[in-house]
Structures are given as structure tokens and as C-alpha cells.
């Protein structure tokens, strides 16, 4: 699919999460901050995570290491062996508002075992094992490290918005259960197509919060601002962060998730983005949080569009998400849950 050249280019707002640990008026400075970006404009940058460069080193070629495996190697995790949406995504296997993005990857996420009986809720068909390559075996270990660091940077995070938005810290904590991650560690293949495709459609993220990490020198996301699209190319020891459709639904639009997409590198040139999706567990229903008068006169409502409905249930939000995204998966192992639901 071929897009508009970019409308505005205007910079993100860039936010120090060092600063929570710098006294009580940096603290307040950085929640302050935290929400006006979160208000305005759903998503920023944000530097003082404490993820070393050496971790980021390693990932990085783990991910590149992957991608240049054969594709016997690869489609050994192919994810439709997995009824629970993991392991490999060929290159045009997954879509993004029916239409197919361009882009290869692998879906990882909390290591359980499946959850089985027909008293069992149609999501828990995303509790389950992990598919790992057997040609990369340190694969694994890797992941495993950065959901546990992003884990607790977006612990942090979701803290300090707790006590930006008048809540008690713990909020989030009370409220989260036992949080169901979603690590992607994604190649776009470049294009020679002579106007931008579509790496992934533009799109809101279903959960509360997401850390992307961007191979460095590298654009194409672009972010949805008053009518145009907002480069936000990667900038080296950042992260771009943006919430997601359950946090507007629980500010009752006070926040915002807003649209974003990837456009296509050009070729030969390729990229690769891990993005870190931190979302409470799958039964978990955030109560909304009562904001003071003078955010809540700014509150917004939730944007709520009949063909993507938001639902308070995490479950039922991410299951609709992987049901439209590998329409392949679920006609292989959940005929049923796509009959309910068309």
C-alpha cells in the first residue's frame, strides 16, 4: 500500500526517567511532563531508563542473527503451529486493517503453559509456551533479560502517571494482576517501490503501554498529529513510548493512544524494531480513575470507532487484535472465535 509523503515533521517530546530519582521537585517535574506529553500528544521519547548499551548491543544481534537464519530455521517457530499467536511471522503474514503489512517477525510472550476446559474464556487461548529456535538457542535468554528490565521501567512509568493523574501510586499495581508482555522483535525488508508502503498500517496500540526500541540510524515511524504524520526516527539511548487504547478508556480520554504506522525503508537498506507491550493480565479490568476537576474538564471521552470497539477487559481487547491480525492462525485453530465474532 503507498502512502503520502509526510505532511509536518515536528519533534516528540523527550522525557527523563532519571528524574524520578532526583528529589521530590524532579520527581513532580517529570510526572508533570509525563502527562501533558500523554495529554497532547500520546506519545515521547524517554532517556535515563538504565538499559546499558551492551544490553541493547546483544539484542540487537540476536535480532539480526535470527533474520539471517535459513528459512527452514526460521519457519521451524512458524506461528501458525502456535494456537497461541507465538513464534514466527513470515514476510506479508500479519495485517493491520486488512491490509498487509510488510515485515517479518517474532511474537514473544509469557512463558505458561496453555490454559485447557471449556469453562476456560475465549482470550485464554494467548496463555501458552513459547516457540524458540533451535538454531539460535541463546535467543531465549536474551528475551527473557529485556521483557525483565522493561518489566520494571514500565512499572516506574506506570507509577508515576498514577500520581500525575491525582491516584495512588500504586493504582496500577492494584489494579494490573500478573502482566500479560508481548515482545516483538520485528525486520522491515526494504522497498523499491518509488512512493513509501506500508511497513505496518497505521493503527492504535489495544493495551496500556508500549517501550519501542529502534535499530539506531533508522526512521520510517511516523506518529499522527493534527492531521499529518510526525517523523519520530531513532534517536541512540531512547526509547519511544506511547499508551495504548486500555489507558484512554481508564482516564476516559484525559490520555490519548494515538494512531502511528511504519513506512517501509528503502531498499537495499532494512530496519529492525523491538517493540515491548506491557499490559495487565488478560482478566483484568482497569477501573477508571477518578480524576481531580481540573483534568477532568479536559478529558475527551473515548474515541470509540463501531469497528474497533475498546473493550475494559484486556482479554477481549488482545484477542481481538490477534484474531484481525494472523487471520491465518485463527482459521487454523479458532474457526469458531472468528464465526462468533463476524
Do not use: C
Amino acid at each position: 500500500r503507498a502512502y503520502p509523503r509526510t505532511m509536518s515533521v515536528r519533534s516528540l517530546p523527550v522525557l527523563d526517567l532519571s528524574l524520578l530519582d532526583q528529589g521530590p521537585d524532579a520527581a513532580e517535574a517529570f510526572r508533570a511532563e509525563l502527562r501533558r506529553a500523554t495529554h497532547e500528544v500520546g506519545f515521547f521519547y524517554l532517556v535515563g531508563t538504565g538499559v546499558s548499551p551492551e544490553l541493547e548491543g546483544r539484542l540487537h544481534r540476536a535480532a539480526r542473527t535470527f533474520f539471517e537464519l535459513p528459512d527452514e530455521a526460521k519457519l521451524e517457530i512458524e506461528n501458525i503451529k502456535s494456537p497461541h499467536f507465538r513464534g514466527y511471522t513470515r514476510i506479508g503474514g500479519e495485517r493491520t486493517q486488512g491490509l498487509v503489512d510488510w515485515r517479518e517477525q517474532i511474537d514473544i510472550g509469557p512463558e505458561r503453559p496453555a490454559v485447557a476446559g471449556p469453562d476456560a474464556p475465549d482470550y485464554a487461548v494467548l496463555v501458552g509456551p513459547n516457540l524458540w529456535p533451535s538454531a539460535q538457542p541463546e535467543l531465549r535468554a536474551i528475551a527473557e533479560e529485556w521483557t525483565t528490565i522493561l518489566s520494571r521501567v514500565a512499572r516506574t512509568l506506570l507509577r508515576a502517571w498514577a500520581e500525575a493523574l491525582g491516584a495512588p501510586a500504586t493504582y496500577f499495581e492494584d489494579h494490573f494482576g500478573e502482566a500479560q508482555t508481548l515482545l516483538k522483535i520485528v525486520r522491515y525488508p526494504g522497498s523499491t517501490a518509488p512512493e513509501p508502503q506500508q511497513g505496518v498500517g497505521a493503527h492504535k496500540d489495544s493495551g496500556v503501554l508500549t517501550l519501542l526500541w529502534v535499530e539506531p540510524g533508522k526512521g520510517g515511524l511516523q506518529v499522527e498529529r493534527d492531521g499529518g504524520w510526525v517523523d519520530a526516527p531513532a534517536i541512540p539511548g531512547t526509547f519511544v513510548v506511547n499508551i495504548g487504547e486500555l489507558l484512554e478508556h481508564a482516564t476516559g480520554g484525559y490520555l490519548t493512544a494515538t494512531n502511528h504506522r511504519v513506512v517501509s525503508p528503502r531498499a537495499p537498506e532494512d530496519r529492525i524494531s523491538v517493540p515491548f507491550f506491557f499490559n495487565p493480565s488478560l482478566d483484568a479490568e482497569l477501573p477508571p480513575i477518578e480524576l481531580p476537576a481540573e483534568l477532568a474538564a479536559h478529558a475527551r471521552g473515548v474515541a470509540q470507532d463501531p469497528r474497533n470497539p475498546i473493550h475494559g477487559l484486556h482479554g477481549e481487547n488482545a484477542l481481538k487484535s490477534r484474531l484481525r491480525a494472523h487471520p491465518d492462525v485463527a482459521e487454523i485453530w479458532h474457526p469458531d472465535l472468528v464465526a462468533a465474532r463476524s
